[in-house]
Every structure is written in C-alpha cells, then in structure tokens.
C-alpha cells in the first residue's frame, strides 16, 4: 500500500493513495443491502472498496474509538456528534491536542453523497482519501498520527480482538491492520449515515399530508420560490447542489461565494481561509466554499465554513441582505459574489415560515438511530 499526502498553502491534499490486496469480492458487494429511504438513490461506491456489512461495523467501532487520536482524548465522534447529525456545537473544531482549527465542522448526514469533502478541496473526492486528513494531517492537528502510522497500527494490532475483526472485514488483505483497511472500514461506516425520515420527507414522498404544518408548507413554497433562490445551491434530494450516486454520470464539483465577507471592497476574504482559492491561485475563486446539505439543519448550529453565524435567523439575514458582508458595511455586494445572492425582503411572519420549513428537515429517528451509536454503549 502506497499513499502520499501533500499541501498546498497549508491545505492537505491527497495527491494518491492506491491500496493493494485488500479489497473484497464482488459478491459480497452484491449482497449487502442498503437501507435507503423513499426517494433516495442508491449511493456510489469505489469499485476497490465494496460494501459489507463487516466493513460497516468494523468502521463504526473505529469511529467512535480514542485509540484513533495519537493521546487517546478524541474520536471521529468528537468533532461528530450523531445527536447533531455528527458536527459538534463549536465555532470552529478543536483537535486532539487543543489546537483550534479555522473551520466549523461538517456534517456527515447523507455524506456518501457529496461529491467532493471538506469545505473547499476538490481534490477529495472519496471518503477514503478524505479520512487520512484528520488521522495524519499536521495543519492542523487533528487526531495527532502525522508520520506515526505505524505507531497507530501497532496500537489497533494490541488491541485484544480487534485484528480478528480487520480480518474478517478484509478476508483477502495481505495484512489486515493497514492504513487502507482503516480508512476504507471508516468509509464504509460513513457512507451508512443517510437520513431522510423527516416531517419534509414524509410528506414529500411518504403522501402523509398532515407530516408538516401549514407554516412549515409556507415555508417550503418561499424556499423554492425564484424570489429567495435557496435551492439553486440546495436542491435535489440531499438539498445539496453537489451530489453524486450510482448513476450520476459527470459529477460536478460545485464552490461558491455567499459574500460572506468583502474586506477590500474588491470580494477578499480573510487571509486565513480565503476559500478555494488556496488550491486553484485563481482570483475568481476567492471566497467559495463547497455548499452543504440541509438536511437536519436546524440542529448542526452554528453555520458557515467558519461558524460566523449563530443561528438560521442570522444565515437568513445574511442572504435577506444580499451577503453579511453587505450588511454590516451597508456598501456594495463583493464583485465575486454569486448571482444568486441577490437579497430579497421578508415580513416578520414569512421568517419564520421559512425557518420552520428548515426545522422539517429534521429527521429525529437518525439523531437517535442505535445502529449509528457508540458500540460501546449500545450494541
């Protein structure tokens, strides 16, 4: 197995990772069944790394396991809450070794089908490559492991049973604890974290015309409307523009700027984190950050890629006033704004119609769902 991580303006990037002997046979791929809602299409999987119920639970014990962070004080499930729809409540993350991060941290409802991770790498594309970031990436600091890999696999060998577990998730592995078995079995996991059992849901696609409220229905039609323009960046069935599953055919790999902040008049952004552009150098691409799903939001407070914004209230006042930016400056929009973020205006009683549409997209029975829980506590 072979994997190389480099940076680009303190940003991790996964130039390659190919695993080898590892993978599982095509029949078990075929086997597994997939527990998706009304509506939902099935999600992409790499072809190296087929679904197994093996995997699954092999992953859901890793994800929730301290031994994964190099001083043993966190897990996945530290900066990913299942109860709220596995973010945290943070402004932005805090590492393994208190390091405070620049970003807030994203949920992983529904993630198996983004279509790139993180808030602006399109270079991570796959749950895999994206799980080495926070095991081994040193800017910032995160679980702790970077170049101590095989710290951490003698670490997962000692542990008594565990290795029998790797094997039977990886019959075929050369060597069962590897850092391709780990982050394969942490994506495999991930991938079964889909949510759509919500008020919206169930009177969308369940027919139950009383599951949301005439407010709630209010809401829903300004949502949609040409007026306020959200689903233009939230659309389809994850309310995410950038989507992919298993007959996506070109997946697109959308950033956009929401005029957040406009520090120059001329559309930067804080030189800490001004977005995708880090990667790409190219000016227009100042300020866009990957738009996320909006599905549970109303419990994954607070919002934007640096958490600025406490609460919905606040996310529907910045785009009411055509961008924060705009709003606390009473000036003009940034020039790199998108054409969507134009401001429209809202009577008292329209907010908060739209606000309870957002509280629909609430699906409680995955914030709770035992299968998604801490093995430890709950079997």
């Not at 009304?38 to 092999?58: I, S």
């Not at 929730?64 to 900066?79: G, H, I, K, M, P």
């Not at 492991?145 to 029998?164: I, N, T, W």
């Not at 015309?209 to 300004?222: H, I, S």
Request: aromatic share 8%; with cysteine; proline share 6%.
């Amino acid at each position: 197995m072979v994997w190389r991580v480099g940076r680009r303006a303190g940003v991790l990037v996964v130039l390659a990772w190919l695993g080898a002997g590892c993978g599982s046979k095509d029949s078990e791929a075929e086997r597994y069944v997939w527990k998706l809602p009304t509506g939902f299409p099935t999600p992409r999987v790499p072809a190296d790394n087929p679904m197994t119920e093996e995997k699954v639970q092999l992953g859901r014990r890793l994800f929730f396991d301290v031994r994964l962070s190099r001083n043993e004080t966190q897990s996945c499930a530290s900066c990913h809450d299942p109860a709220r729809a596995f973010t945290e409540p943070l402004v932005t993350s805090q590492g393994s070794t208190g390091e405070t991060h620049r970003r807030n941290s994203q949920g992983l409802a529904n993630v198996a089908y983004a279509t790139s991770l993180t808030w602006a790498n399109p270079s991570l594309t796959t749950l895999e490559a994206q799980a080495l970031a926070p095991l081994f990436g040193k800017e910032p600091v995160e679980l702790g492991f970077g170049d101590r890999e095989e710290e951490l696999l003698g670490r997962l060998r000692a542990v008594p049973g565990l290795e029998a577990e790797f094997q039977r998730a990886f019959p075929e592995a050369v060597e069962p604890v590897s850092v391709a078995t780990l982050t394969r079995a942490l994506a495999s996991f991930q991938r079964t974290l889909i949510s759509g059992n919500s008020a919206y849901d169930r009177y969308v696609y369940g027919n139950e015309v009383e599951a949301m409220t005439r407010q709630q229905k209010r809401g829903m039609e300004l949502f949609f409307s040409e007026r306020l323009e959200c689903d233009h960046c939230h659309s389809g069935f994850n309310f995410q523009d950038a989507t992919v599953h298993e007959t996506t055919v070109e997946p697109i790999l959308p950033f956009h700027n929401t005029g957040l902040y406009n520090e120059d008049g001329q559309g930067a952004y804080p030189a800490k984190d001004p977005g995708l552009i880090e990667l790409t150098g190219r000016p227009e691409d100042m300020g866009r950050f990957r738009a996320p799903s909006l599905r549970n939001v109303a419990v994954t407070g607070p919002y934007m890629h640096d958490g600025s914004l406490a609460t919905l209230s606040d996310v529907l006042d910045h785009y009411a006033a055509g961008g924060h930016a705009r709003m606390v400056s009473g000036g003009e929009a940034s020039p790199l704004q998108s054409g969507f973020v134009r401001g429209f205006t809202l009577t008292a009683e329209e907010k908060e119609d739209v606000l309870a549409f957002l509280e629909s997209l609430t699906d409680t029975e995955f914030l709770t769902d035992p299968r998604f829980s801490d093995p430890s506590t709950v079997p």
